[in-house]
């Protein structure tokens, strides 16, 4: 998305595995743009997650075909950006796509989930430094992340949705914490009741839609 003169455009980035991406992706991901006004979602399939086990990774190119797929016909889009950049931890990869896209505002959207243990990532406050984060409540998650490491430090950040909204420049540290009707899909339930989804996506290279390149398998 180009910005109009004079005018910022305001980006969800949301990062994951997607493996696979679904139907609880995209909601949250919809309602975030509304609650905080974003133009779009960016969807970044990670190559590869530090905090992960590689078994039951599926390959990253069915991956992005399943966050294609599930993002079709709604303002996301899909990317291994992290690819190009040679980036591994979130950290790094947001520094380079604030430097490859000054003209955006970024929000950084997270589940409850991630916020629990969002301490163990690489330069967790150097990341909230760098952009707004909303964190987007998950069943069964809400009371470890009230009670996680970071949330002791981001809890003095904390901004409403409206503020937020505003069409003013962001700062950042900023919390900002969305609620809206549980949704209890999970990756890890749609794994374990269909374990071959991933033998059923194309067997092409999918383009991402950043880049506008074609996504390769990374070499092992």
């Not at 150097?126 to 069964?140: D, E, F, L, T």
Request: charged share 25%.
């Amino acid at each position: 998305m180009q910005p109009l003169a004079g005018r910022v455009v305001r980006i969800g980035l949301l990062g994951g595995s997607f493996n696979p991406a679904h139907g609880g992706h995209r909601r949250i991901s919809l309602f975030a743009k509304e609650a905080l006004g974003l133009d779009e979602v960016w969807w970044l399939v990670s190559p590869g997650n530090p905090l992960k086990p590689r078994a039951g990774m599926a390959p990253l190119t069915s991956r992005v075909h399943s966050a294609l797929a599930m993002a079709r016909r709604a303002p996301i889009r899909v990317s291994a950006i992290e690819r190009q950049f040679g980036t591994r931890y979130t950290i790094d990869t947001l520094h380079a796509l604030k430097r490859r896209f000054p003209d955006h505002d970024f929000v950084w959207l997270m589940g409850s989930d991630n916020l629990a243990q969002f301490h163990r990532w690489k330069d967790w406050r150097g990341i909230a430094r760098a952009m707004p984060i909303a964190v987007i409540a998950r069943p069964g998650y809400d009371g470890d992340a009230v009670a996680s490491p970071a949330m002791a430090w981001l809890g003095r950040h904390r901004v409403s949705p409206a503020r937020l909204k505003s069409r003013g420049r962001w700062s950042s540290p900023a919390l900002v914490t969305l609620r809206f009707d549980p949704d209890p899909r999970s990756a890890t339930a749609i794994r374990r009741a269909d374990p071959d989804w991933a033998s059923r996506m194309p067997d092409r290279s999918p383009r991402d839609q950043l880049t506008h390149r074609l996504i390769e398998e990374p070499v092992a």
